[in-house]
């Protein structure tokens, strides 16, 4: 029990955390590799909090790497979970309603004060800034 909400704090760290980080360190982008998930997490101090006995990171790299790059690493790693079924757990646990969110939105509820365009009824971040819009 008290590993679950271990985790739920993690994964609400890793939402909360590495989109600005992301965003500031790569790039606005779709999908990120491992290796950058990897340096987000570092930068933002965020492995050291993570108990051995909850491999959260897994957590990460649903959120922000693609699903293919997710399946290599679930070849490699001691990985159990489906890349559907974490990205599930991730919406449940920070009510987004749909398992098909994107960087945008995540960014988004870090707290990215940049301009939001609609575009094709999905909410994305324009680039350029607010009074650019």
């Not at 990460?60 to 159990?80: G, K, L, P, R, W």
């Not at 398992?99 to 940049?114: I, K, R, W």
Request: glycine fraction near 4%; charged fraction near 25%.
């Amino acid at each position: 029990m008290f590993e679950q909400y271990l985790k739920k704090r993690l994964i609400k760290k890793y939402a909360r955390k590495l989109p600005q980080d992301l965003k500031a360190n790569y790039g606005l982008h779709q999908y990120y590799s491992k290796e950058q998930v990897d340096a987000g997490i570092e930068r933002m101090r965020l492995s050291s909090s993570t108990p051995k006995a909850i491999n959260a990171v897994v957590y990460a790299y649903a959120m922000y790497c693609s699903e293919t790059e997710f399946n290599e690493i679930h070849q490699f790693a001691d990985v159990n979970s489906e890349y559907a079924e974490l990205r599930a757990e991730i919406a449940l646990i920070l009510a987004i309603p749909s398992t098909f969110f994107e960087f945008d939105l995540l960014l988004t509820e870090s707290g990215y004060s940049g301009g939001i365009i609609a575009t094709n009824s999905l909410v994305k971040i324009n680039a350029a800034k607010p009074d650019q819009l």
